[in-house]
């Protein structure tokens, strides 16, 4: 089959869970399927990167990606605002919709036929319309959206508490709107989670379209190498934590700050020697209610991450904010890091608490996690080897790969 695969991140680098999420599910599909891709990018790409790509995608064009908002920089297109104001599709919608996109779909239209197209994420729909094929939206997420809707605001002011509110209330409607407007156009949808799915399919209320829960990854393989040598990345040290994830993301920062604000002092009240290790981008990031805190260090993007996780006694997830599931716990369980995390941070995974993983969302009860799981080399080792085991059983990119080839068979 031949399959044009439309994507919001340019996936590579692997430093972030979109990017490595839309890696691995090309490369599956490659395996089985003649795969172009076009994919929008905001960083430059280097030749490596466009290499690395085509060592299984039979072409890949890139296109500069033109952010949303003026948070980019650059002055909003006056008449797209208003534009967005009014119209009942999200304003990101009409205000993103690029042009150059555009043309490189029509463009790959017209050298070739395709049986399938693949919009990966929800800014690539207006895109997959375009052509006229069999088309499936990947990796749909709303529960971000529908989070931003429901949050409280800590705002003293009423008033613009209250403008708040129905901007985010008015933002969720038109998506609402735009998602059901669009969904008969699509064969089907994937999602990474079964809550995910429900939200998804309550949302679209009495729209038919067929939903398969296609999971985040794993590849097992590169983080249990050397399985049968004892601590193939280096021996855990004793009293080291460590929090994976970019600071530019915002609910890794909210999860940091509230980790380093709220549970580490806890921590190094009883254990004055731990240490957190925060991996991942800073740039941009107001880092000034962390710097100088005890024990606390931050070692940027690292491009190679198994040592610096394997060689850590605890990853710690207290992630409050964000849909989704967490690439971090799985490549931490892959490698034998036992992890604690929030309700929100393990949501969507399927994890036994207590057997694959500690549960805690209370400052107390994670800090108190921590101190148990420092104090017991028995319940981490326990930890380690279930969730191992769980990880290679269920989210190995290569059996997901089945499921999402099994599933075009089925739409073809």
């Not at 008015?170 to 809550?195: C, D, G, H």
């Not at 731990?274 to 940027?300: W, Y």
Request: charged share 20%.
């Amino acid at each position: 089959m031949k399959i044009l695969f439309l994507s919001r991140w340019f996936p590579f680098p692997l430093d972030n869970g979109s990017r490595i999420r839309i890696y691995y599910l090309l490369n599956q599909l490659a395996q089985n399927h003649h795969v172009d891709l076009i994919s929008f990018y905001s960083d430059p790409v280097q030749a490596q990167h466009q290499q690395a790509l085509q060592a299984f995608c039979r072409s890949v064009t890139p296109v500069l990606y033109q952010p949303f908002g003026v948070s980019s920089g650059k002055p909003t297109n006056r008449l797209k605002a208003v534009l967005g104001v009014f119209s009942p599709y999200p304003r990101s919608v009409i205000e993103t919709e690029n042009a150059a996109m555009h043309a490189a779909v029509a463009e790959a239209t017209r050298q070739r036929r395709y049986d399938l197209v693949i919009a990966a994420e929800r800014d690539m729909i207006p895109y997959s319309l375009r052509v006229r094929a069999p088309r499936l939206l990947e990796g749909i997420e709303l529960e971000g959206l529908h989070e931003q809707t429901l949050a409280t605001e800590n705002e003293a002011n009423v008033f613009l508490h209250t403008l708040r509110s129905l901007r985010q209330q008015l933002m969720w409607r038109k998506w609402v709107y735009y998602l059901r407007k669009i969904a008969p156009a699509f064969q089907a949808a994937t999602v990474v989670s079964e809550n995910e799915r429900l939200l998804v399919s309550r949302t679209l209320g009495n729209v038919k379209l067929p939903l398969a829960v296609i999971p985040n990854g794993v590849e097992v393989a590169r983080y249990q190498q050397g399985a049968n040598i004892p601590h193939p990345f280096g021996a855990p040290a004793p009293d080291t934590l460590i929090y994976s994830g970019s600071l530019t993301y915002h609910a890794n920062l909210d999860a940091v700050l509230f980790f380093v604000e709220e549970i580490l002092p806890q921590i190094q009240n009883v254990r004055p020697a731990v240490q957190l290790s925060i991996t991942g981008k800073t740039e941009s990031v107001p880092l000034d209610r962390l710097n100088n805190r005890r024990g606390v260090r931050f070692t940027g993007y690292l491009q190679d991450i198994r040592t610096t996780l394997a060689q850590s006694w605890i990853n710690v997830v207290p992630l409050r904010l964000g849909g989704g599931t967490r690439l971090k716990i799985l490549e931490s369980l892959a490698i034998g890091t036992p992890v604690i995390a929030t309700s929100k941070g393990c949501r969507g995974l399927d994890l036994q608490p207590g057997r694959d993983i500690l549960i805690a969302d209370s400052p107390s009860d994670f800090a108190a996690a921590a101190l148990r799981l420092l104090n017991d080399n028995h319940l981490r080792q326990f930890l380690a080897s279930n969730g191992q085991r769980t990880v290679a059983e269920r989210y190995d990119w290569q059996a997901i790969g089945n499921s999402l080839n099994e599933l075009i068979d089925r739409i073809r």
